[in-house]
């Protein structure tokens, strides 16, 4: 079993849908958790950042983590065509030195 | 702020080489940097994880000999492979922490860096 599970996708929405991800993790241990994005050929950028159980929200995006069920998503409001791009999941555990690991990524497609 | 540059975007070197990346924190001091290698439509590898200073510390199954880190600066990490063969062909990408946000301490990535072995 990996430690962090990610459907692979990919997802195709319409243009002003929500978009919905989710990561799944075996490891009770990680505290942090991260969502970044990555387009085609360019290195990944961090869209949010959670430590505790709950939601957060910056923007279009609420990122949420359930920790009783070891169970992260991402939703993305009023989707852009600028929004397809790969979204992977990231936890950690302790330190800010720590390695994070990373789900599989999700590919979002949203069309005009 | 926290911008994290690498170089080059793109090498192509012939089997048998040597190719060096730089990864650069352009606007902080990273203590810690990490050097990831991803395939297409994968997910990123972690490879090591780099301190100013001191060895890199080195997944299980990456060969340290052949994937050459060296953080000199606060500033600067190098990843060198050697001797490089077609398998090897790969998206790399660093990145870097500020460790002075506390415990949050998120990692930025760098851009990447396409290598093809020929």
């Known amino acids: 079993q990996k430690e962090v599970e990610q459907d692979p996708g990919p997802l195709s929405v319409p243009e002003g849908a929500i978009v919905s991800l989710n990561c799944t993790y075996s490891?009770?241990?990680?505290?942090?958790f991260m969502w970044y994005r990555q387009y085609s050929r360019k290195g990944p950028e961090l869209l949010m950042y959670?430590?505790?159980?709950g939601n957060k929200e910056d923007g279009r995006f609420t990122a949420q983590v359930d920790k009783s069920s070891k169970y992260i998503s991402l939703f993305i409001r009023d989707s852009q065509p600028s929004d397809s791009a790969t979204y992977l999941c990231a936890i950690r555990l302790g330190a800010a030195g720590n390695k994070l690991t990373f789900g599989g990524g999700t590919r979002v497609l949203v069309k005009p | 702020g926290a911008v994290v540059s690498q170089h080059p975007s793109w090498v192509i070197c012939k089997s048998g080489t040597s190719v060096k990346i730089e990864c650069r924190s352009l606007?902080?001091?990273?203590?810690?940097m990490f050097w990831y290698r991803q395939f297409p439509k994968q997910s990123l590898m972690l490879m090591a994880t780099s301190n100013e200073g001191s060895k890199a510390t080195y997944e299980q199954g990456v060969e340290k000999d052949k994937f050459l880190i060296n953080h000199a600066s606060l500033t600067l990490s190098t990843l060198t492979v050697t001797s490089a063969h077609p398998e090897d062909s790969s998206f790399y990408i660093c990145?870097?922490?500020?460790?002075?946000?506390?415990?949050?301490?998120?990692?930025?990535f760098g851009p990447g860096t396409r290598l093809t072995v020929t």
């Open positions: 606007d902080f001091q990273a203590t810690t």
């Open positions: 490891n009770s241990a990680f505290q942090y």
């Open positions: 959670t430590y505790s159980s």
């Open positions: 990145s870097a922490t500020l460790p002075e946000r506390g415990p949050t301490g998120e990692q930025y």
